[in-house]
Structures are given as C-alpha cells and as structure tokens.
C-alpha cells in the first residue's frame, strides 16, 4: 500500500501523548485561512512511501517512542484512508500507539463504502485529535471554505464508537475568539462522553513565508499572533460550557 507524504517529523511533541514519529500526509480539501502548510493542499504533492517504509522509519527511533507512538497529520490524513488502514493494522501488530490528527471534513455518512473503511480504521486507532474550527457553521465556511456539519457528526460518529478524543480549537481574533461562539463550542463539547482533553491554541504567523514563497495571497495579512493569556480565557469560556452542559 502506497501513501503520498507530505514529511515527517522523528521527534513530535506535540502531536499526541509522549515522543512520537509525526506523518504528514498530502491532500487537504479545506482551505483554512490560518493554515501554516499550504504546501500540503495538493494531492498530487509530496511524495510516495509505502508502508513498510514508514514502519521502518518508525522502528529506526522506536526506543524513543515508549510512552509515545504514532501520528498521521496533514494535510487531511483521511483522504487516504485506505493507506492508513493498512499503516494501522501493521501498526497494532507491532504494539504502536496510533494517533489520528484530522479535521474530520471527509466523514461522509451517506456513503456506506467510506463508513465501512472508517469502521474499520477505528479499530486500530487509539486516538483521534478532532480539529474544531468554529461552532458556527456559516463562520467556518467563511474560515474554511467548508460547512461544519460533517465535522460535527463525525465528532458524534466517535463518540458512538468510544474512541477517545482530544479536541484542538485555535484561537484567531476578529474569528474564533467571540464569547458566545466559545461558550457554544463548550456547550457542544460537552455532550461527548470521549474527549479526554482540549487544547486550545493561539494563532501565530510562522507559515506566512510560505504563502509568498508559493505566490499565495494571505488573507489574514494584519492579524496580530494571539497571545498565550488570551488563548487561556477562551479555554476558561469554553470550558465554562462544556461544566453548564455536563450539569444538566
């Protein structure tokens, strides 16, 4: 089985529990206006690695990887989720903790041949990190070029799957820092019983080169980089709606 990467990271730290070997896959349907890899948008970028390959990638570190394991990124990773089918059930077999970091864009529940690939993939899967971009569905449209309904169900397809979650919202101003949208985004949070924890993150502007570098208009040209004080009082508000939902 051959998947199209994008990089790879030996030494992740932020990108799961633990040490971990991070693979960025290429391909990604959703245009994100904070997107520091825009690199990674085509899906014929990058290039082809087996999965033998990046097992063996893995194996050349795995002392380091004890408490940590592995991740597949982007990009979308589940735009190739044959590859990570096959990448995870080796991946099991060798004792591997899997990790997915997925904006959850391509779930689709209408289509049976996808949700039985995903039924699948989820059994060798240990971890999902769940990107949730705007609770508003017309502001993440605005922010993603996408609506949010099909990140939304798949957040409630892994509930019903019980597969534990951690949730990553970043935090931009003038777009995803509104009190009301945090505190909504808290309140959805809330009713799912497998999220094990939540990072929220402050916007930066370490990508932008790349933009000028690939002749791409940035469209958050002016917004200041969030700070770290700023980012810790959206958690408090959407935390404050995840507590009023779990009280009920």
């Known amino acids: 089985m051959i998947g199209r990467i994008h990089s790879s990271e030996s030494f992740g730290t932020v990108d799961g529990p633990g040490l971990r070997y991070v693979l960025f896959m290429q391909g990604c349907p959703m245009r994100c206006l904070y997107c520091h890899n825009p690199d990674t948008w085509k899906t014929d970028g990058g290039r082809e690695m087996s999965v033998d390959e990046v097992i063996g990638e893995y194996k050349k570190n795995e002392m380091f990887y004890k408490n940590g394991g592995l991740t597949v990124t982007g990009g979308e990773p589940l735009m190739q989720i044959d590859f990570l089918i096959e990448l995870f059930k080796i991946a099991k077999k060798e004792g591997i903790h899997t990790c997915i970091d997925t904006s959850g864009i391509t779930y689709d ?140």
């Open 109 to 248: 529940e209408s289509d049976e041949e996808y949700i039985s690939k995903l039924n699948e993939l989820v059994l060798y899967t240990d971890l999902v990190m769940l990107d949730l971009k705007h609770i508003d569905t017309e502001r993440h449209k605005e922010l993603t070029g996408h609506s949010n309904e099909r990140v939304l169900a798949f957040a409630k397809y892994l509930e019903r799957k019980n597969i534990p979650t951690w949730i990553r919202h970043v935090v931009v101003e003038g777009y995803t820092d509104d009190e009301n949208d945090l505190f909504a985004l808290g309140e959805f949070i809330g009713t799912l019983k497998n999220v094990k924890a939540l990072d929220v993150l402050p916007y930066h502007t370490m990508g932008t080169a790349k933009y000028k570098e690939m002749g791409i208009k940035y469209r958050l040209e002016g917004i200041p980089a969030l700070s770290k004080t700023a980012a810790a009082q959206a958690k408090a508000k959407i935390l404050e709606g995840i507590k009023k939902t779990r009280q009920k």
